[in-house]
């Protein structure tokens, strides 16, 4: 039940209008009048969980492939277009979902809606463009391989979930990037773009009867509905203890893996934004004030909230010497029994509910990210209001935050590797 608040928890921000093509395609706006741009941004449920074992890194090279041209854009046509139009535009390949998106200033988002429509759904795929963006995402590869770093996060993630697609590099295994060819890329794009997988979000400054007219007659409108793929595994985060020893690692690595609830249990998510906020958002939080500030036993420690659609995690990276290992890990221990005995102080309760909703808060100050969340959350079936989750957070107490959240950060339920230095 929404709570009885005296001001708005977002104000100046409306509700967002959805439109329901009749193929079943999802059109999701919210007018900021106030906006010097207008975003679209096109979202698909095709990201590298929806891969088969041989299509491994399929949804990155697709991503990559997109902007090489369309059966009316030639290769980089897209790009000089929507640039002198005053635009840019990007895209992003994640585990769980892919999104094309252009910043246009509102006279010319009619056109640019045209234009990205053609080039996210009828991609030319043809083969010498293949071969050349082919040898573009190996390097990429190649130069994430590189990093030590990445190299021990990768390990992780491989150890934590090992059966489980979040486990897998989102880049793909270059083996079988190498037998990869533009007919199976064609059928991926196939299989996953259809009418029922993909939504198109649009915030700014809209001429919206303008945009609505183009809508009904474009490329979206003519998707098919589209068969879903296999149903994808809960998460369930691996325990153990691991160590590997990785080449040019400056300074050792603790990192922890837990598993944690999904994005659609946003109770839930916002009480593990909270509690890891707590424990390591900023020099006051429990685990930076108590490993770097006093103790100075760590270089840096961060404690990341990772929300995904099939199981969040939170991640750990401790960075400190090889022979500090053994006592970060036991303040680590400390901070969270204490935590459970201790409570939390109003004023540190207070400062991480402030952290949090402003976090929230400033993802909305421009229309990308306004675009970005309603997208996301249209995606993927999520109709609430915008003012939720500051609303879920304000229902979260302390007390509740430590009898239930606090147990999921449980060192037993952990994934943890030490990456040292050969």
Avoid at 189 to 211: D, F, M, P, T, W
């Amino acid at each position: 039940m929404p709570l009885a608040l005296s001001q708005p928890l977002l104000p100046g921000l409306a509700s967002p209008s959805d439109q329901i093509l009749a193929n079943g395609a999802t059109v999701v706006s919210l007018f900021l009048p106030d906006s010097p741009l207008v975003c679209l941004d096109f979202w698909c449920r095709a990201g590298s969980v929806f891969e088969s074992a041989a299509e491994s890194g399929m949804a990155h090279f697709l991503e990559h492939m997109v902007f090489k041209g369309s059966e009316l854009l030639g290769p980089g046509e897209f790009d000089l277009r929507i640039e002198a139009m005053g635009g840019n535009s990007n895209a992003a390949t994640g585990f769980d979902d892919v999104h094309y998106h252009v910043l246009i200033p509102p006279d010319a988002a009619a056109n640019a809606l045209d234009l990205l429509l053609d080039l996210v759904l009828h991609p030319r795929i043809d083969a010498a463009a293949f071969d050349m963006e082919r040898r573009v995402v190996l390097e990429e590869l190649a130069q994430s391989e590189d990093q030590p770093d990445e190299i021990a996060l990768q390990h992780l993630l491989q150890l934590g979930c090992p059966r489980h697609s979040y486990g897998k590099p989102i880049l793909g295994k270059r083996e079988l990037l190498l037998e990869q060819t533009p007919d199976a890329m064609a059928a991926f794009h196939g299989r996953l773009y259809g009418a029922n997988r993909c939504v198109l979000a649009i915030s700014g400054a809209l001429e919206q009867e303008k945009l609505a007219a183009r809508i009904a007659g474009s490329d979206l409108a003519q998707l098919p509905l589209l068969e879903e793929p296999f149903s994808q595994p809960t998460l369930l985060v691996q325990p153990g203890e691991h160590r590997i020893e990785v080449q040019r690692l400056e300074s050792a690595r603790l990192l922890m893996l837990w598993g944690l609830p999904p994005a659609a249990q946003l109770h839930d998510v916002m009480g593990a934004d909270l509690l890891t906020t707590v424990l390591a958002e900023g020099r006051r939080s429990r685990l930076v004030e108590r490993l770097r500030e006093q103790l100075r036993i760590v270089e840096s420690i961060d404690l990341d909230l990772h929300v995904m659609e099939f199981g969040s995690f939170a991640l750990l990276e401790a960075i400190c010497e090889t022979d500090e290992l053994a006592s970060v890990r036991g303040a680590i221990d400390t901070v969270l029994s204490e935590l459970v005995q201790e409570g939390i102080a109003e004023a540190e309760w207070k400062r991480a509910q402030r952290l949090v909703a402003n976090g929230y808060r400033f993802g909305l100050e421009a229309a990308g990210g306004v675009a970005g969340l309603v997208g996301n959350n249209r995606l993927w079936r999520r109709h609430h209001r915008l003012e939720l989750p500051l609303e879920e957070i304000i229902c979260w107490s302390a007390d509740e935050l430590l009898q239930h959240s606090l147990p999921l950060l449980d060192i037993s339920r952990a994934c943890i590797l030490e990456a040292v230095p050969t």
